[in-house]
């Protein structure tokens, strides 16, 4: 799952972070959408509800733009559908923070803009995930491996970014026009996967990342990329790494960068042993018991010691009539 994010470039940084070549060759930074670049304000701890800088093709906002060209938006972090038909937003009874990727194709709230090609890049710089351990909660900051470029002045090149590679994680958006008339609302909710081998000891889910420009430029260019093709790049990677922070990062009120500082877990301490359990540890330790051999005497047969079967009283009595059938029978005396 992903439930807090960090960003904290500043809106210029973003977009220069985000510098991708259009269909030319040509090397181009993704302007904010009119109105956006106020909307979006850096955080270290940053939980639903806020505004996240998301990455979508400008074809969403002009119906004569080629499908590849991108542009940036701040979008409110929790979808809430086109069709959800209460006055206030906040009266969203389901979490739409996540989606699940194996059953968004079937779920309404999902399903729909998904399959009209509403998918966006949600960028961070990293997020984080919470360990749970013996009943306490662990915190850990997640993010790319960083890879150190060459410095180079905006002079040479404008395009040309020198900082921190952002986290791109795949998301689905939608647009909610409020009853009363007021301004569009765009929000967006976080594609979720089973965890990568690198980190489900940490959490059994974590987001769909996208791994390099080729991923992220097929899952926004929905007039060129169908739905089912786009589908095949979401799935766990193992490219990322992680650190412990500290447990400030559980308030969402707190908004340093203390954040997402790394931190040494203390060692636990083992359970103290009493005397008599100390005894028998030692005793163990120094005499185990040996395994015995197991024992291959057979029993002997009887035949063998030339015993005759023990008599039983049934046997006796068979005996005694056979001698009193032997017996001559008693002659009648002459009268």
Same mark, same amino acid.
């Given at each position: 799952?992903?439930?807090?994010?960090?960003?904290?470039?500043?809106?210029?940084?973003?977009?220069?972070?985000?510098?991708?070549?259009?269909?030319?060759?040509?090397?181009?930074?993704?302007?904010?959408?009119?109105?956006?670049?106020?909307?979006?304000?850096?955080?270290?701890?940053?939980?639903?509800?806020?505004?996240?800088?998301?990455?979508?093709?400008?074809?969403?906002?002009?119906?004569?733009?080629?499908?590849?060209?991108?542009?940036?938006?701040?979008?409110?972090?929790?979808?809430?559908?086109?069709?959800?038909?209460?006055?206030?937003?906040?009266?969203?009874?389901?979490?739409?923070?996540?989606?699940?990727?194996?059953?968004?194709? @079937?779920?309404?709230?999902?399903?729909?803009?998904?399959?009209?090609?509403?998918?966006?890049?949600?960028?961070?710089?990293?997020?984080?995930?919470?360990?749970?351990?013996?009943? @306490?909660?662990?915190?850990?900051?997640?993010?790319?491996?960083?890879?150190?470029?060459?410095?180079?002045?905006?002079?040479?090149?404008?395009?040309?970014?020198?900082?921190?590679?952002?986290?791109?994680?795949?998301?689905?958006?939608?647009?909610?026009?409020?009853?009363?008339?007021?301004?569009?609302?765009?929000?967006?909710?976080?594609?979720?996967?089973?965890?990568?081998?690198?980190?489900?000891?940490?959490?059994?889910?974590?987001?769909?990342?996208?791994?390099?420009? @080729?991923?992220?430029?097929?899952?926004?260019?929905?007039?060129?990329?169908?739905?089912?093709?786009?589908?095949?790049?979401?799935?766990?990677?193992?490219?990322?790494?992680?650190?412990?922070?500290?447990?400030?990062?559980?308030?969402?009120?707190?908004?340093?960068?203390?954040?997402?500082?790394?931190?040494?877990?203390?060692?636990?301490?083992?359970?103290?042993?009493?005397?008599?359990?100390?005894?028998?540890?030692?005793?163990?330790?120094?005499?185990?018991?040996?395994?015995?051999?197991?024992?291959?005497?057979?029993?002997?047969?009887?035949?063998?010691?030339?015993?005759?079967?023990?008599?039983?009283?049934?046997?006796?009595?068979?005996?005694?009539?056979?001698?009193?059938?032997?017996?001559?029978?008693?002659?009648?005396?002459?009268?």
């Amino acid at each position: 799952m992903c439930g807090r994010t960090a960003c904290t470039l500043a809106p210029e940084d973003v977009s220069k972070a985000c510098a991708y070549q259009d269909k030319e060759g040509r090397k181009k930074c993704p302007q904010w959408r009119d109105g956006n670049i106020d909307k979006y304000h850096p955080s270290y701890n940053r939980s639903p509800q806020s505004n996240s800088p998301v990455l979508l093709s400008l074809k969403h906002f002009q119906k004569d733009a080629d499908s590849s060209e991108r542009v940036l938006a701040a979008m409110r972090w929790g979808l809430i559908p086109s069709w959800f038909n209460e006055q206030d937003p906040s009266k969203m009874q389901y979490k739409t923070n996540n989606c699940r990727s194996d059953t968004m194709t @079937e779920k309404t709230l999902y399903k729909a803009p998904l399959f009209k090609g509403k998918r966006c890049v949600i960028l961070a710089d990293g997020f984080y995930e919470w360990r749970t351990q013996n009943k @306490e909660k662990q915190p850990y900051y997640i993010y790319f491996p960083q890879i150190k470029t060459e410095k180079c002045s905006d002079s040479e090149d404008p395009t040309h970014w020198n900082g921190q590679r952002l986290l791109t994680m795949a998301g689905l958006f939608d647009v909610w026009e409020p009853p009363s008339g007021e301004e569009p609302l765009y929000t967006y909710t976080v594609i979720t996967v089973d965890a990568s081998k690198s980190m489900n000891w940490i959490h059994d889910r974590m987001p769909a990342i996208l791994d390099g420009d @080729e991923a992220v430029r097929k899952w926004l260019d929905f007039g060129e990329v169908p739905t089912q093709e786009a589908l095949k790049l979401i799935h766990p990677i193992e490219n990322i790494t992680y650190h412990p922070v500290s447990t400030i990062v559980n308030n969402s009120r707190n908004n340093s960068p203390e954040c997402i500082e790394a931190i040494i877990l203390p060692k636990k301490k083992e359970p103290a042993l009493n005397a008599s359990s100390k005894k028998m540890l030692d005793w163990l330790q120094s005499n185990s018991p040996k395994k015995e051999e197991p024992c291959n005497i057979k029993s002997p047969k009887l035949s063998h010691y030339g015993a005759s079967p023990k008599k039983t009283s049934a046997s006796l009595m068979q005996q005694w009539l056979k001698k009193e059938d032997e017996k001559p029978s008693p002659k009648r005396a002459k009268k």
